[in-house]
């Protein structure tokens, strides 16, 4: 995937908790980010909660 030009990069990956479910998601960096985070967040019912995943690629 891409160019491993000189090492480990790491991206942030956000794991994000539904209040009104309990469910619990996974936000790559490549799929939006913390702006998809703020997304799925807005759409819930009762908002959520999340946290940083940092993630060697």
Known sequence: MG???G???TVT???VTLRHDG???TV???GGGLAA???L???S?????YKAVPRAT
Do not use: F, H, I
């Not at 019912?45 to 909660?49: C, F, S, Y």
């Open 3 to 5: 160019c491993n030009c």
């Open 7 to 9: 090492g480990k990069k």
């Open 13 to 15: 990956d956000y794991q």
């Open 23 to 25: 469910s619990t998601q």
């Open 28 to 30: 790559t960096s490549e």
């Open 37 to 39: 985070v703020r997304q």
């Open 41 to 43: 967040l807005a759409k």
């Open 45 to 49: 019912p009762q908002g959520g909660t």
